[in-house]
């Protein structure tokens, strides 16, 4: 059974700086299709950020694009989302996905707060 646990979440001022883990059981990264970065506001859509692909693709939404990096660690089975110049709309529970075949796995997100 795969398992994403996500950490890092909390309390940042805005301009400041996280780095987001993802850390997988059950499955090994490297044979998943894709790893992704998501994220929900309150009251609003789950919105996709950034996803790499086994073959180290990456792709970003514009609204992170530039502040936002995905990436990898195979060895530790962890995918990490390090973001930078945190804005307070970037507050939400971000969540991890994980797309194997047709099966898509999330971890249970964690919670980033962008405020002075």
């Known amino acids: 059974q795969v398992q994403l646990v996500e950490s890092g979440g909390g309390l940042v001022q805005p301009g400041g700086s996280l780095r987001l883990s993802c850390a997988a059981s059950?499955?090994?990264?490297?044979?998943?299709?894709?790893m992704g970065w998501y994220r929900q506001a309150p009251g609003k859509q789950r919105e996709a950020l950034a996803t790499?692909?086994?073959?180290?693709?990456?792709n970003y939404a514009d609204s992170v694009k530039g502040r936002f990096t995905i990436s990898r660690d195979n060895a530790k089975n962890t995918v990490y989302l390090q973001m930078t110049s945190l804005k307070p709309e970037d507050t939400a529970v971000y969540y991890c996905?994980?797309?194997?075949?047709?099966?898509?796995?999330w971890g249970q997100g964690t919670q980033v707060t962008v405020s002075s």
């Open positions: 996905q994980m797309v194997l075949g047709t099966r898509i796995y």
């Open positions: 059950g499955r090994s990264i490297f044979s998943s299709n894709a």
């Open positions: 790499i692909t086994t073959g180290g693709s990456t």
